[in-house]
């Protein structure tokens, strides 16, 4: 039944481009960086690099689990099913 079912990333990657600023809200932190949720039941990361426009030592530095932050897609990767984010680079669009 399931395989009848359209794939929840491949849609999601059907309709957003590189380059689409998206909101939503922060799941979880890692030392890495923060995972945002993109759509329902799909998360994409934003590095440590890419949280704020200054460095930060920690994900904790920049946001916290539950915090609605602004992002941009800076990569879908539909093989590997990642999703990558900057907030870096939503900041600096305005």
Same mark, same amino acid.
């Given at each position: 039944?399931?395989? =009848?079912?359209?794939?929840?990333?491949?849609?999601?990657?059907?309709?957003? &481009?590189?380059?689409?600023? =998206?909101?939503?809200?922060?799941?979880? @932190? =890692?030392?890495?960086? $923060?995972?945002?949720?993109? $759509? *329902?039941?799909? &998360?994409? =990361? /934003?590095? @440590?690099? &890419? @949280?704020? +426009?200054?460095?930060?030592?920690?994900?904790? *530095? #920049?946001?916290? /689990?539950?915090?609605?932050? +602004?992002? /941009? #897609?800076?990569?879908?990767?539909?093989?590997?099913?990642?999703? $990558? @984010?900057?907030?870096?680079?939503?900041?600096?669009?305005?």
């Amino acid at each position: 039944m399931r395989a =009848l079912q359209p794939d929840p990333f491949q849609d999601f990657a059907d309709r957003t &481009e590189v380059g689409r600023r =998206l909101e939503d809200q922060v799941t979880k @932190l =890692l030392p890495f960086g $923060a995972f945002v949720r993109v $759509a *329902d039941g799909i &998360e994409g =990361l /934003v590095h @440590l690099r &890419e @949280l704020a +426009c200054t460095p930060v030592g920690s994900p904790k *530095d #920049a946001v916290e /689990v539950g915090d609605v932050i +602004c992002v /941009v #897609a800076t990569e879908i990767g539909r093989v590997r099913r990642r999703v $990558a @984010l900057s907030r870096r680079q939503a900041s600096a669009a305005g």
